[in-house]
């Protein structure tokens, strides 16, 4: 079986979705995401402001 190339298992469990989500939402086209090479990388700055614009500030 192959491997994914997107990681996004760490975002997903500090947000306690399941990884599928965690994907999902990393290819939001507002999400703050950073691609490096084959992989995808949220800063964590970037994601808790994403956060509190898309809550109203409930974090």
């Known amino acids: 079986m192959r491997e994914s190339v997107y990681k996004n ?18 290819h939001q086209p507002d999400f703050p995401v950073l691609r ?12 808790i402001q994403w956060m509190k614009e898309h809550t109203g500030g409930a974090i």
């Open 9 to 26: 298992y760490g975002e997903a469990k500090v947000l306690g979705v399941s990884p599928s989500s965690g994907y999902e939402l990393m």
């Open 36 to 47: 490096v090479g084959s992989s995808m990388v949220v800063p964590k700055e970037k994601c």
